[in-house]
Structure formats: structure tokens, C-alpha cells
């Protein structure tokens, strides 16, 4: 008996629905039924993918098949070494031939000649496609012909594209043009190892239109680029909470287009001075983790101070001690700091500025007068990751009773001795 007659459509989809794409697939030889069932249901075949992986002798029999299929495909992945001159004319006018409700669309290809059959080909799904993954090699020749093609086709919006990436080598920004009508994207990544002039405008666009963005993921040469253009405007609709970024440059255009966003901040290298005050004007900053300023010199009260910062880390060894205490005057409300190191000044100035400090972790620990009790009253975990042993045989030497919390802390803490043999 075929239980597929027997039982409900529904219940036959939700009891096959444990079976991976690989196995569902496996199973449809069992017989014409089980083939058509499979093949018909969209949530099944949500589980498949159809691997195009193949060379010029076998495109003829995927086309053959898939035009006898009545398989709803809706995940399609295409990968071939053989360059899109041979191959994607050919994939083209297979897929061309039938209506697919194709939300996953995977290209791995080698060489963009034919670049107007690769576009003219993702424009298919242009209505159904939710997701668009694309790795693309290009060659110098190749691109020329990209600038030649692109100006005949229109621009589609991709109405249901939420995740867009592109690893690609070779493209120049103007390939981004295609999706700059794309207003509903959750997800964007790019990276990019073209060379040459580039304009990063497109990728601008992109970003200015959609609102709901959650993720964007960019290299760092092309994003250098979009920072330091004084021509572009960065208005992004979208609310960047958290901004980490690890290169060299001014970041006053994303300050600015995030000014009232930024919450959580890290940053690896600032060499400008006007980057470090913005920073202390942002409204609703919370964590700051700054590493490498670069000699900034920041005399006293020229920072703004910041009510909204809780947890600041400052992991910068060469730091002028006048920038350090101008950022300690900045920040009274911080619950949590690190410091890589600091002096006897420096410490009293904490202590006295940061009222509110629960949590204190420092680099390196040495050369300091800790005889003061009142010294960080609210003190609730200290973490010193080097103590110098002269300073340790010194904490030591205080009767218990004398020791204020802050050095017991200390001496509790995990510690890596410094002189230690």
C-alpha cells in the first residue's frame, strides 16, 4: 500500500520533512508517486539544492533533465572553472525556459566575459530571489567589457532580497549598480579585491536605501575609501549600534551619520584629533575600546564629557599621560575600565574622577603609593595582569587590618608575576 494516498498531503510533507535534501532526492527513484510528491511540494523541496558543477559534455543532459523535471527547484548553486563565456549562455537558456521560484541563487565562476548572460540570468529571479551569493574572478580585459555591457541593462529591485554577498576579485565598485534599487536588505557583505580607481557611490546607495539592515560586512580598502570621501554623504536610514573598525582613517563620516546610534565603539587606530572629540559627544555611547591614538595630544577640558559612557578600555601602551587624563576627566559615570598602565597621578585622578568604577583591570602594575584607603570606594573587582614583585612584597608586608579593599583586591586577583624566574 503507497501510504502517500493514505495519509493527509500535509501530514505526508511534515513526516518526509525530517529528510535532507541529499536523502529526499535519493528516495524519489522509489517510484513515479514519491518522485512527483517530492518534486511538487514547495516545503520540501526547500531542503534541495540543484548543484550546477558540470562541464560542456554533460550541459546537454542537465538541460534535457531539468526539462522532463517537475521539480520546484528553489535553491540553485552554480560553479564552474570553465568561465561565463562558455557556460552561463548555455545555464541561461535552460533556466530561461522554465519558471523556478528561486529564493537562493549561489555563482562561483571563473571569468566575467559574457557578462550580460551572467546579469541576465540573476534578473530571472528577480521577483522570487531572497538570497544572492556571488564569487566572481575577473580578469583586467574582462572588466572593460562589464563597462561596455552594463549601460543597456535596467536596474531590477529585488523586492524580496534580504541577504546579498559578494566575495569577488576583480570587480570594480560599479558592479553594485545592479542592486541600487534593493530597499529591503537585512544583510550585506562585500569583499572586494579589485584594483585601480574605484567609486564607491553604489555601495553608498545601497546602504542610504535600506533601513532594515542588520548586518554589513565591508573590506577594508573600499571602506577606507568610503570614510575619507569628502563627497560622499554618509545619511544611512539604518541605526549602526555597534561600530568596530581595526584600519587607519577619519571616521567623522560615520560618527556623524550614526551620531545619535553608536553605543558600542572599538577602535583600533585614530590619528585625528577631531575623531576623539566627536567620540565624546556621542549621546548614547556605553562601551568604548580604543587601542592605538597614534601620539594624539589632548590638553585638559577639551573633550566633551560624556554622561552615557559605562565601560571604557584603554589598551594603548605609548599613550601621552595629558590625552589619558583628559579622557579620565571625560568619562565620571564608567562602572568598568581597563587600563594598560598607569601612574601614581593617574591613579588618583580615576579614583577621584570615576565614582562610580565597580570593575578595574590594569596591564601592568608597579611604582605605586596604595597606602590610601579611600582609594576607589566602590571598588567590587580588581584583575592586574602584571604586578611588579617589588610592589607585591610590598602589599604583602601590610598587616591585614590595614590593608584597604582595593589591595586586597589585588593580592586576590589573578596575577602573572612580572620578575618571575
Known sequence: MNFLNVLPFEINELIFHH??????????????????????????????????????????????????????????????????????????????????????????????SGFKNLIGFIELFNETVEEMYLDIITTKKQLEELHNENEIFDYKEFPKLKILRVMNFGFDTDFYNFFTKCKNLVEFRIQSFSSGERNPNSIVEILHQN??????????DIFQEILENEEI??????????????????????????????????????????????I???????????????????KKNQ??????????????FFLKPT???????????????????????????????MKQLESLRIGLMKNLDLLDKKLFPKIKN????????????????IPFKKRSKFVSLILASKIIDSDSD
Open 19 to 112: 529528510l535532507s535534501g541529499t536523502k529526499l532526492i535519493e528516495i524519489t527513484s522509489v517510484s513515479k508517486e514519491w518522485n512527483k510528491f517530492i518534486g511538487e511540494s514547495k516545503y520540501l523541496m526547500k531542503n534541495v539544492k540543484i548543484n550546477v558543477n558540470v562541464d560542456l559534455k554533460r550541459i546537454s543532459n542537465l538541460k534535457e533533465a531539468l526539462e522532463k523535471s517537475t521539480r520546484k527547484y528553489q535553491h540553485i548553486e552554480i560553479n564552474s572553472k570553465l568561465g561565463t563565456e562558455v557556460m552561463i549562455p548555455k545555464i541561461f537558456e535552460i533556466f530561461k525556459s522554465k519558471s523556478y521560484n528561486v529564493k537562493t541563487l549561489n555563482i562561483d565562476f571563473f571569468g566575467l
Open 211 to 220: 533601513k532594515n539592515l542588520k548586518i554589513f560586512q565591508i573590506s577594508l
Open 233 to 278: 554623504t554618509l545619511k544611512f536610514p539604518f541605526k549602526l549600534h555597534t561600530f568596530e573598525s581595526s584600519i587607519s582613517a577619519n571616521y567623522q563620516n560615520i560618527f556623524t551619520s550614526q551620531f545619535d546610534s553608536i553605543q558600542n565603539l572599538k577602535i583600533s587606530f585614530i590619528y585625528c584629533e577631531e575623531n576623539l572629540k566627536t
Open 280 to 298: 565624546f559627544k556621542l549621546p548614547n555611547l556605553k562601551k568604548l575600546y580604543l587601542l592605538n591614538l597614534e601620539g594624539l595630544y589632548i
Open 303 to 316: 573633550l566633551n564629557v560624556s554622561e552615557s559612557l559605562e565601560k571604557l578600555s584603554i589598551a594603548d
Open 323 to 353: 590625552t589619558l587624563n583628559s579622557i579620565i576627566r571625560s568619562s565620571p559615570n564608567i562602572k568598568d575600565l581597563f587600563i594598560y598602565t598607569m601612574n601614581q597621578e593617574t591613579m588618583k585622578l580615576v579614583s577621584r574622577k
Open 382 to 397: 580588581v584583575q592586574v595582569d602584571v604586578l611588579d614583585r617589588s610592589l607585591e612584597e610590598q602589599l604583602n608586608a
